[in-house]
């Protein structure tokens, strides 16, 4: 079973850093591409992240480009998400997400992160 | 970046309705597109993936079609418990955008 578990999220003030991680188990994370969405209170669904799988390229969505980096580490099955110059406008539920997992296993649990002062 | 147009962003349907809930994509996206279903508090579940391919589990009241730039999720019978809301998803190109959902309420 395909198990996505994200932590690191919490309390930050605005200009703050947070990394994020999403440990992965039960499929060979290495073959896969993966991505992050994030969900404000309230709000839809919002893409802003993915990688490739062996970590050479990535792409982002405008709101986050120049400030949060994706990364994996293919030998700890662990995705990362280096989330710098947090603004109020970050706060959200960070997922991880992987298209090719079996549906019901896509997704992890989701991570807050809330950018206050 | 390619626009995902969901409608309507919100209904109200009785148990027993048929519902269809429409995406529109601002360029062609083949069928490079996926509906999920969001209930309060919980993690998005993927019903169909690749436009209209049903993911296993998923009840056979839900449908998708469409190719191109015009996708459609339908609930032929609609059951208390696909009151949520649903989103889709085109993955053709980056950045992937989603719909802004749409919330079916209890009329």
């Known amino acids: 079973e395909v198990q996505l578990v994200e932590s690191g999220g919490g309390l930050v003030q605005p200009g703050g850093s947070l990394r994020l991680s999403c440990a992965a188990s039960g499929f060979t994370f290495s073959n896969y591409w993966m991505h992050w969405v994030r969900q404000a209170p309230g709000k839809g669904l919002v893409w802003i992240s993915r990688i490739n799988s062996d970590g050479t390229g990535t792409s982002y969505a405008d709101s986050v480009k120049g400030r949060f980096t994706i990364s994996r580490d293919n030998a700890r099955n662990t995705l990362y998400l280096q989330m710098n110059s947090l603004r109020v406008e970050d706060t959200a539920v960070y997922y991880c997400?992987?298209?090719?997992?079996?549906?019901?296993?896509?997704w992890g649990q989701g991570t807050l992160v809330t950018v206050s002062s | 970046d390619i626009q995902m147009t969901q409608s309507p962003s919100a209904m109200s349907a009785s148990v027993g309705d048929r519902v269809t809930i429409t995406c529109r994509a601002s360029?062609?996206?083949?069928?490079?597109l996926v509906w999920f279903q969001q209930k309060p508090g919980k993690v998005p579940k993927r019903l169909i993936s690749d436009a209209s391919s049903l993911q296993s589990g998923v009840p056979s009241r839900f449908s998708g079609s469409g190719s191109g730039t015009e996708f459609t999720l339908t609930i032929s019978s609609l059951q208390p418990e696909d009151f949520a809301t649903y989103y889709c998803l085109q993955h053709k190109s980056y950045p992937w955008t989603f719909g802004q959902g749409t919330k079916v309420e209890i009329k």
């Open positions: 360029q062609g996206i083949n069928n490079y």
């Open positions: 997400f992987c298209l090719e997992a079996p549906a019901g296993e896509d």
